[in-house]
């Protein structure tokens, strides 16, 4: 597989790994159109911050649990003058560069700059991804050839599903040879093999034919294969036999008598013909055999989504659209909803899945998915990132007001919660951050040894520096800020759980290496063996 190479890259690669782990800064609570100090328990959750150390820290809540994201990054188009920062020139990534890249980053052109700013992300949102999770990336022609490049190093070209093209600007960019009328959404899965994708329903209307048995309207469609791969030569395994109405064996033909070959094998073949789902037609003497397909109780169809999107919105529906909450024009090319509404079909999501959207802008997804779950009574969740002072003033505005309604709109009711970035939890000598707080090192040290989330255990069944059990091992982070903790018999004396093994974090250890294996018990000092990740 060609990899892309750019300068600076040797500098990004493992970068992830030393982003400083954040704790989030609860802001305040939005709970069906009141705000409050309190926390929501909606799962709803707007950052402000830089997406690279906000990513870093969903990790341990959202790792492998995110089932769709949706990102809009800078198109790089080299145009400063607009309010969404369109290139990589923007101060803060301007000076993330020269602190990540060194003296070097001055001379990176804004191609390798882009691609420094979006891989060590890219690589975050892949660990944040579920395992039947999929990716898509808004894209014009600036960087789509080498955001393909890196999402195949990066996601695996195995993973790549399409890049789907879509309207964008409508009219066309500025290239003075042609008026580009469209742009792209790179669309990967986590991994193919577990994805399965949504289908578009349809309401199908045409199913001519009644079936007395089965007492069902239907339609037929050739079971003959057809397209590229239709001669018995490319799928010998597809050629074989049926039994027609009159006791002759049916083999599939061509138009030109040449030998096909069928659309299913021999033994969904049996099974349809066993449930009366084939049929036969006498054509010029020859028997045809069809697929019954019957019509839908509620009348819908499902089809296979075109990447030809059924709408005709572009970002100009967009823009309308966050006209007509905030009463005046504020972005330039916001996404229209129902672009992401199509995305989140395309999806599959379940009705409580989380979905992620780092470069949140305006916050579109968000709205889109409030709709959703307000059309269908769903409790998806949303999860969004924003860098800019607009965070609090238009991206979390907008969803304020999508949930208690604008203009002519309804409210869709919900909550979500506003957070900051806080405090790094290592300062700069590697040592315990005391300003993190308790609650939030616990769940770092529990994720870091089990890559799970650490519920707060208000019932307490053990001491207090137990965190939980996992797999026959319990763990045990034995800290206090302003003194020293030391593993000894007392502490041991303590413990309540029994497991077969125990990891136990404390900044000292009387107990000698012997007792320790003999007893199955794990050793970690403070701050020296904490991971980081
Ligand atoms: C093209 S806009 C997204 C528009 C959005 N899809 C909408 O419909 O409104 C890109 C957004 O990403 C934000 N952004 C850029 N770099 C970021 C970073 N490192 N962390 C968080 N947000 C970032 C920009 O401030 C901008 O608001």
Redesign the pocket.
Known sequence: MPILNWIGKDKVVNHHLDVPYRVLEHQYGFNNGEESKAQTSSGNKIIHG???EALKSLLPEYEGKIKCIYI???YNTGNEAWV??DNVN?PK?KKWLGQVVGKESEDLSRHDKWLCMMYPRLKLLHKLLADDGVIFISIDDNEQANLKLLCDEILGGGNFVASIPWKGKGGGADNKYLMVAHEYIVFYAKSKTNFTIGEEEKLEESFPKYDSNKKQHYKTQLLRKWGATSKRTDRPNLYYSITAPDGTEHYPKLPDDEDGCWRWGKETMNKALENGLVEFIKKDGNWVAYEKIFKPENGMNTKKYSTWFDFASNNAE?SKELKNIFDKKL?D???PKNLIDTLLKIANLSKDSTILD???????TAHAILNLNKQDNGNRKFIL????DYAETITAERIKRVIKGYSDKEGTTGSFDYYELGEPLFNEDGDINEMVGIKKLRQYIYYTETKNFLESNDTKTDNESFLAKHYDTAYYFYYEPDCTTTLDYQFLSTIKTKAEQYIIYADNCLLTKEFLTKNNIIFKKIPRDITKF
């Open positions: 830089d997406n690279l809009d990054p800078p969404y920062n923007d990534i967009g972005f090319f916001p996404k780092s470069f949140a802008g305006s916050g579109t990132v924003e860098m800019e």
